[in-house]
Each structure stands twice: as structure tokens, then as C-alpha cells.
């Protein structure tokens, strides 16, 4: 974290207002101007404004005007709250923000949030990395409007056959399952499409890759739903001898718990 920050990125968690961090609160309602992601955040964030306090959503501004409110705010000794959805790091757009206020000389820092990967893993109460099933999690999206670099197009990920989530990707569902298909996964492997994870709206599809495609179109989302993919999703009691964590194993020595005698 920088030493005096007069801009903070926020993570806004992946919908409800109650799984924001501690931090994230203390700093919106501490701020002079909040500025946030009005199509993705919930709007409840005003509430956490103090009285007088400009709060505006950005989903209308291109970036020089919302860069331009932040400079004008912190050279004038304001304390700002930049705030996304999820977790800023992940596809945030924050860097080119933090380009720009770097260019001017100011100083920000970045507080996490909860992604909406685990918003909807929770949602699925699922595990996402279980023993001798999947130990890997994949974030990644297909390519689109923005492309995505050699080497990591889904069906290069999906020969890996990990627990996959896509993020950006609802819209072209078909062309998921015809990637992860010809990577690698199976048609009757586990998928689950979350609908705006943690939500009051939340909906949750799930199927295989051989249906998913339809049952999401029949469920008419095409937007703001994260993918996941893998074994890992299977509900429990579906899994055939399923393996068990070491980590609870009276057998299993770890730093916190000695062998027995």
C-alpha cells in the first residue's frame, strides 16, 4: 500500500452489500467522493456516504473523465473511493487508471474484494479444488472483443481438464462448450452458470456441457453470469468413492497437530 494514498480501488465484493471487507466500509465511508461501477455495484454503497458526499456512478464516463474527477478530488486533499465490482484485480481496468494517476503524481493503493468466483461457489456450496478431483482453479475468459494471448485460448485450458471458471464469457456459451469440449473435457462433465452470484436476482443453472448451452438460453442470460467447469461441481453424493482431504486425517502430521503416540 502506497504511504499516503488519496485514491483507493475498491473491491466491492460480488453483489451483496454485507460481503464488502471491513476496510472496504471504513474507507467508503471515510471518502470525500466515491465514484463507482453503477452497472456491476450495488447501488446500496451510497447509503455507506457520509451526508454531502458526492457519490456517482461511472458506467456512463470514459476513462479521461473519470481519471479527471479523481485528480481534481486528490489535488485538492479529497480522499477517493474508486469502487468495482468483485475484486479489482480481477478484469477491474484498474491499471490504466492507475497509469493515468501515476502520470499526474498521485498516489493510490488497492483494497480486495470477493470475486464472483467465490460469491458463486458458495452459492453452488461446492469445493472447487478437491483431492484426487481437481487441485487447480483456472480464471480465465474466452476471446472476444478482447483478445486473449497464444497459449491461453480456453481450448488450450481446457486440455487440463481443471476446475475452470469464465468470467465475460455467458454470451458466446456455445463457443465454450465447443472449446472445452475439444480440449479436453468430457460432453457429461459438471457445469454451472451463476447469474448474478449473492444477489437478490441470483439464479443458478446447472447441467453438462452437452445441455448447458440450451438451458441457458432458455433461462435468458446472456450477461453478469460467471461459467464454471470441472468435476469439482459434481453435487455432493454424486461422486463415485469419493477421496477425502488429508488435512483431517488423525494419521496426517502438520505443523499444528503432532503425531499420535
Do not use: K
Not at 485460448?153 to 464469457?169: I, K, V
Amino acid at each position: 500500500m502506497e504511504s499516503n494514498p488519496l485514491v483507493y480501488f475498491i473491491g466491492a465484493g460480488p453483489g451483496a452489500l454485507d460481503l464488502m471487507t471491513v476496510r472496504a466500509q471504513r474507507i467508503i465511508q471515510e471518502a470525500d467522493l466515491i465514484l463507482y461501477a453503477d452497472s456491476l455495484v450495488h447501488p446500496g454503497i451510497a447509503e455507506l456516504a457520509r451526508p454531502g458526499v458526492r457519490v456517482e456512478g461511472t458506467a456512463g464516463m470514459a476513462l479521461p473523465e473519470i481519471v479527471g474527477r479523481m485528480v481534481e478530488a486528490a489535488r485538492a486533499g479529497r480522499t477517493v473511493a474508486r469502487v468495482h465490482s468483485g475484486d479489482p484485480s480481477l478484469y477491474g481496468a484498474i491499471r490504466e487508471q492507475m497509469v493515468a494517476l501515476a502520470a499526474e503524481g498521485i498516489e493510490y493503493a488497492v483494497v480486495p474484494g470477493v470475486s464472483s468466483v467465490f460469491g458463486a461457489a458458495a452459492a453452488l456450496a461446492v469445493e472447487l479444488t478437491l483431492p484426487e478431483v481437481s487441485q487447480t482453479l483456472i480464471l480465465s475468459r474466452i476471446d472476444g472483443r478482447t483478445p486473449v494471448p497464444e497459449g491461453q485460448r480456453l481450448r488450450e485450458l481446457a486440455s487440463h481438464r481443471a476446475t475452470l471458471a469464465l468470467y465475460l464469457s455467458v454470451g458466446m456459451i456455445e463457443r465454450v462448450v465447443v472449446e472445452c469440449e475439444e480440449g479436453g473435457y468430457p460432453p457429461e462433465t459438471p457445469v454451472a452458470v451463476v447469474y448474478r452470484a449473492t444477489w437478490p436476482d441470483q439464479r443458478i443453472v446447472r447441467g453438462t456441457l452437452s445441455g448447458i448451452a440450451a438451458a441457458v438460453r432458455a433461462e435468458g442470460i446472456d450477461r453478469q453470469a460467471l461459467i464454471l467447469v470441472g468435476e469439482a461441481l459434481r453435487l455432493v453424493g454424486q461422486g463415485e468413492g469419493e477421496a477425502v482431504s488429508r488435512l483431517y486425517d488423525p494419521g496426517f502430521e502438520h505443523g499444528y497437530r503432532g503425531t499420535r503416540g
